[in-house]
DNA sequence: CAACTTCGAAAAATCGATTTACTCATTCTC
DNA sequence: GAGAATGAGTAAATCGATTTTTCGAAGTTG
């Protein structure tokens, strides 16, 4: 600590001014780009820049303006690989565009998620990217409603008035997980979810069942949907399991579902795909390498990320119009956990 | 949009001043909760805020001083459980004492590591929380010293003598395996890892080597290092596997090398345990319910999480004296996949 | 009762930029 | 060559708080 550099303020505007020569009115449109200064006067500037180490203190900058370059992403989790990958994505767009990314976990409480907006209102953010707990009419998206922020819903939502939203095709993916599993044979299945979630889950079940039955009216479709949690979820699925009830797929509607299943399975000794099968939406990476390989819908993270912000820049510099809804296409990966009904790929169905 | 209350401007600490009829100064002091104003008007004030919905606005709020409340996280990535629960928990830890969490990730690359950093330092953030993508003598912590910047490392590190670190004890967790893997009989043990991961994978590689040799002198050690990234470990693995060598357990060193080793495995046919034993450094939620189960070492991330953050206040707030290098006990959860060589467990992969 | 505190509040400075308004020179236009 | 337009730059206002300084009134003290 003999330098004692550490207690050293940090050069300002004025500092970079008086060492160049200038005014501090110069120096900030050196900084900004702008042209009209004499050639020799910015030299001066920027060589006082580079002497003095000096950088543009955002939050000082952000001060004048009505809005800030800061924008709020506010995540239901951070835990699982599709939000982390959505906040990644969200950072690295942000990021490129010159602003700030504040992320923030909602919890899965609406609550928590509406404090936080709060919280995102009072620092002015340009923007928000919600993805809600529930769906795009929570207090949440009343909230940024009733005070004019600007933001974009992703996720668990379809569409709504105010706000642009952007969220995965999940009609479009259930469906085709429908006419995977029809053509595979299956006529006995059991779709799992959480009601909570109401505004996707619906799509993805009514998405399934549509094509479904129009593949095979006499597909019998059984659904276990919970209304507050997945402990209750996985409580149900266990009850309709003792019930003697035996599907020969299970279609779960969103990843902690998935993994309810398969410990179901387990507690049962069953095994994918010979005893029963099994397709999530969502997709994981451990999904790949375990035996057997988890079948999956796989959202199209990238593509929701990046239409999420351009959807928003295209607000915050001012864009008017109705809210557009867009849902990104999914890709459905078949893998080891479906089979066909009856065919035990090597002599499983014991017990 | 007939109201257009979109546009209003929110209202300031001069509306709230002359709507009180009192000055801007008097209203901070009832914000800051400062006991030296008259009762009768801190009510007015009060009052004033009720109406006008006033919020302090922490960016200006934060302009005047020094150190900003704002914390800024740097992670090497938040696709992973372990560093998606690490933010959570920082976020709430840091939004308990006022601060805002600014979340960032490096993208396991060093060079983006010191341009988020220098990014924050331009932000003035209070301190930063800092898990490297190597070790703690990156050249981010090079730059957090040279500018004085107050934070903790975590995770990729042992211990530093400028900033206080806090990291799993990963020696004596790897110990732990190596007791239950010779006690299960293992004599040929293969060890996986990542070399960039220097500090931490050291750490872990002698815990275990140690604990074994020392408990079965006839151990058999294989290790499989790669040094820049997980492609090069699973060519590196495969090619080990091809030259005929059958060792009876691994023990991977990261999460990712437990995915290599899994989807190896399963391009050979082998199944855990019968075939081949597998533990693996963190855990993660789908561990529990694959059939197999994967034993996994559990970093406590809510301690790690806690000490970071009460570490990094203590200095925020002045705190003096040689930094602290703190180690956190993990729990090993051994699984199904691990078994005893030789003996094919009944029940499970029949064919 | 003059001098000294104490208390509460207002006025003013400050933080570090950006932006507006204004001042000189030039250069262009008719 | 008078008047307008342009160029380059500066001083000052501004953003929304916090903090320091100043000030008046009330209360104490000797």
Redesign the pocket.
């Known amino acids: 600590m003999a330098h004692r550099q550490d207690q050293q303020?940090?050069a300002?505007?004025h500092d970079v001014a008086s060492r160049a020569g200038?005014?501090?009115?110069?120096v900030?449109?050196v900084?900004?780009g702008v042209i009209?200064?004499?050639p020799?006067?910015a030299q001066r500037v920027l060589e006082a820049v580079e002497q003095l180490g000096y950088r543009?203190?955002p939050l000082?900058?952000d001060?004048?303006?009505a809005k800030r370059r800061i924008i709020g992403a506010i995540m239901p989790e951070f835990e699982s690989e599709f939000f982390g990958q959505m906040v990644t994505q969200l950072e690295g767009l942000a990021e490129q565009r010159g602003y700030t990314l504040v992320a923030a976990s909602s919890r899965e409480s609406e609550a928590r998620e509406k404090e936080i907006l709060a919280r995102m209102h009072d620092w002015r953010v340009a923007g928000v990217v919600l993805a809600p707990v529930r769906n795009e009419h929570g207090p949440a998206a009343e909230f940024m409603k009733a005070n004019g922020m600007t933001g974009v819903l992703i996720d668990r939502v379809l569409s709504d008035d105010a706000f642009d939203t952007v969220s995965a095709d999940s009609a479009a993916a259930s469906a085709e997980v429908a006419r995977e599993l029809i053509a595979k044979g299956h006529r006995h299945i059991l779709v799992v979810g959480l009601g909570e979630q109401a505004a996707t889950v619906r799509a993805r079940l009514d998405g399934f069942r549509t094509a479904a039955l129009k593949l095979a009216p006499d597909v019998r479709i059984d659904v276990v949907l919970a209304e507050t949690g997945v402990e209750p979820l996985r409580a149900q699925l266990r009850e309709y399991f003792a019930k003697g009830e035996r599907p020969t797929a299970v279609y779960s509607l969103f990843l902690k579902g998935t993994l309810v299943a398969l410990s179901e399975f387990r507690r049962r000794g069953w095994h994918c795909p010979n005893d029963i099968s099994l397709v999530g939406f969502d997709d994981a990476e451990w999904m790949q390498v375990t035996w057997p390989a988890i079948a999956a819908v796989v959202q199209p993270v990238r593509q929701i990320a990046g239409h999420a912000m351009e959807a928003l820049f295209a607000r915050i510099e001012g864009g008017e119009g109705p809210a557009i809804a867009r849902l990104e296409p999914c890709r459905v990966l078949m893998r080891e956990s479906v089979g066909s009904p009856g065919v035990a790929a090597g002599g499983g169905q014991s017990r």
């Open positions: 303020r940090r300002s505007i200038v005014s501090a009115a110069t900030s449109k900084m900004a009209t200064v004499k020799e006067n543009v203190d000082a900058s001060m004048r303006r």
